[in-house]
Structure formats: C-alpha cells, structure tokens
C-alpha cells in the first residue's frame, strides 16, 4: 500500500512540469500581430468647383491591420507599451458604387492590465486575459476615392490626427517556451476630428475642390504572439521520497 501511494505522488510531481501555468509579465516584453479589419461607413462631405457641396457615403469592404509592439509589465498585472499599426481597407462609394482604397499608419501608447485568474479567482488556467486603452495618432490616406457628382473625379491624399483605442484580449501560455505566449485580441480604434483634405486635385475636367470625413471607427480581431523575456523555467518538483524497503520475516 505504501509503495502504491508514493508511485502514485511521484507521478503526479513529474506531471507538474508539464501542466501549462497562467503567468504576469515582469520586465521587457515584445508583440506583433495581424488580423482583420473592418471601418464603418463613414460620410465624405465635398465641395468642388464644378457640382459645389455633395455628401455620400463611404462603405468599406475587407481589409487587413498589423502592429508591432515593445513594453514593460511592472508584476503586478499593469503594463506600458508602445505600438506601431498599420490598416488597410477597400472603400466604396454608397451612392454609385464607386471604388477606391485607404489606408491609416502611425503610433499608440497603451496601458494595459493582465487579470491574474489564479490569484483573483483561484482559477489555475494557462489564459490571462487582459484590457487596455491607448492613445496616439494617425494618419489617413485616401486613394483614388471619387469625389462630386460627377463620373471619373477621384482624389489621393493624407492627412493625420489624434486617434484612440481600446484592447479586450486573452493570452495563452505556450507549454515548454517560458515567457512565449499566443494573443487573440479585440480592438475599437476611433478618431473623433474630422479628416479634411483641402484643394484636392482630382482627375476630372474640374479639378480643385475640399474633401472632408466623419468620424472614423475601426473595428479590429487580431491574432498574435508574445515574448517577455524575463521569464524563468519554473523550477524541477522535488525528489520523491524515497519508499524504505519492506521488513523481511
């Protein structure tokens, strides 16, 4: 009987190891992920030399988002980063069907906290998940995306401003690589100015004119992956006890 006991704590030692573990980062860390994304319809207002004031509608289809990030975790669950983004989408327009491309590229500061299930909850799973927000700016870069009342008149053109999001995400311990995680994240990217593209040249007979758009929201689902790399290997489980032979008659 004693014998079966202790093969039985040995066995669940050496499984230890193995068994995936929620973790808080510490120290440096690095993330780049990539995903999709989808911008909502926005409103374009124009004025242009020919037609004078129009508005449509600005539909945008399929389109990509990537970023690269560089941060701290300060042990306790908060974090600080730094981020670089890049979003693409195909735009169309409502009222014709008219179709064109923009883009928005620039820079975030976030503040992040990780919810520590076990110490929290008393929940021992190898998912922590995690929300933010963050503030920063970017700039917006219409392409060929037609303008007026008038078949043929597009305009090019960027344009920057104050941006911000907001992150809800989870990320899952990767068993036998200390410190490498993998991320699934949502994110609501918003910029409140209108963007205001001024004296555009189009490529009508009627050329000049001013563009401007509504407020701009950017839903994105990103899948990615995390290093902190002042994480340890936990450390070896003890030497089982050793089992003293039984008493001979």
Do not use: C
């Amino acid at each position: 009987m004693r014998l079966r006991s202790a093969l039985l704590a040995t066995s669940l030692l050496a499984a230890t190891p193995l068994a995936a573990k929620a973790t808080t980062i510490t120290g440096p860390y690095v993330d780049i992920g990539g995903g999709y994304n989808l911008t909502q319809t926005q409103h374009g207002h124009f004025a242009d030399t020919e037609d004078g004031p129009g508005r449509e509608k600005l539909g945008h289809r399929h389109g990509w988002t990537g970023f690269g990030a560089v941060g701290w975790g300060f042990g306790n669950g908060l974090r600080a980063e730094v981020e670089g983004d890049y979003n693409w989408s195909e735009i169309y327009s409502k009222t014709r069907g008219d179709k064109g491309s923009d883009r928005s590229y620039g820079g975030f500061v976030n503040v992040l906290y990780d919810i520590d299930l076990k110490r929290l909850f008393n929940i021992d799973v190898p998912v922590t998940p995690f929300v933010g927000v963050g503030a920063g700016y970017l700039w917006q870069n219409a392409h060929d995306v037609t303008v007026g009342n008038s078949p043929g008149r597009s305009m090019s053109g960027t344009k920057g401003g104050f941006a911000y999001q907001g992150i809800i995400g989870a990320a899952y311990d990767i068993p036998g690589i200390p410190g490498l995680q993998m991320t699934t994240e949502y994110r609501m990217i918003g910029q409140p100015s209108s963007f205001t593209m001024g004296n555009y040249t189009a490529s009508g007979p009627y050329d000049s004119g001013h563009a401007s758009f509504d407020h701009r929201f950017n839903h994105q689902f990103i899948v990615g992956v995390r290093y902190a790399f002042n994480s340890a290997p936990p450390p070896p489980p003890p030497a089982p006890a050793v089992v003293p032979p039984a008493p001979t008659a």
